[in-house]
């Protein structure tokens, strides 16, 4: 792989207590439709989730949006979207929005946020891919949870043979360009994982 044409944004239903993380939603949103990026996302229309999908798609953008069908009503599921998935369950979901991205990327959010996250990087860390993952670390926002892997290593949690391999870009415009240097550093055909085990996870 060495051109990112799709990224998988992970980030909340809710827009947090900060301007600035709506702001960064927006923005990268207008990032990845100039660039000509499509965008996979949770498919809800509120929060941050909303603000992105919404600013790729009003400056010209493709999204695709992968929800579960129990979660079109609470998350007002957006319908502007170029292609809208709708899944059985959050297993599902999350197997789709896998296989329909070329990388992935943590705006602020909770726990459904940290969940998906944090299973792209266990996945990478088995070797399961080698696709690139970002923390969009808006005004410090994933501090805890970098100080956290960090005592990680320090207690050998994770070891050296098993590293975690995470970008993080505290500005918007440093997220598609670091995205695209790890792509091109990843060997080819590293970063598909096995449709069987796919489906197994």
């Known amino acids: 792989m060495s051109k990112i044409k799709t990224v998988c944004v992970y980030c909340g239903s809710g827009p947090g207590t900060d301007p600035r993380f709506v702001e960064s939603a927006i923005a990268l949103g207008k990032a990845m439709a100039e660039s000509g990026i499509r965008l996979v996302y949770g498919g809800g229309s509120i929060g941050l989730m909303g603000a992105v999908a919404t600013s790729v798609l009003d400056h010209g953008g493709t999204v695709t949006g992968i929800i579960p069908g129990f979660l079109t009503v609470r998350e007002n599921a957006l319908r502007r979207v170029q292609e809208l998935i709708v899944t059985p369950d959050m297993h599902e979901r999350k197997r789709l929005m896998f296989e329909h991205s070329d990388a992935f990327v943590a705006l602020p959010g909770g726990i459904g946020t940290l969940e998906e996250l944090v299973e792209q990087l266990t996945w990478q860390q088995l070797g399961r891919h080698a696709k690139p993952v970002l923390l969009a670390n808006i005004e410090g926002f994933w501090e805890p949870l970098l100080a956290l892997l960090a005592h990680m290593r320090e207690t050998q949690f994770i070891r050296a043979s098993l590293a975690v391999d995470i970008l993080k870009a505290e500005r918007v415009e ?24 796919a489906r197994r996870l």
């Open 174 to 197: 440093d997220i598609l360009p670091r995205l695209q240097a790890a792509a091109a550093r990843a060997k080819e055909g590293t970063a598909e994982m096995e449709p069987e085990i």
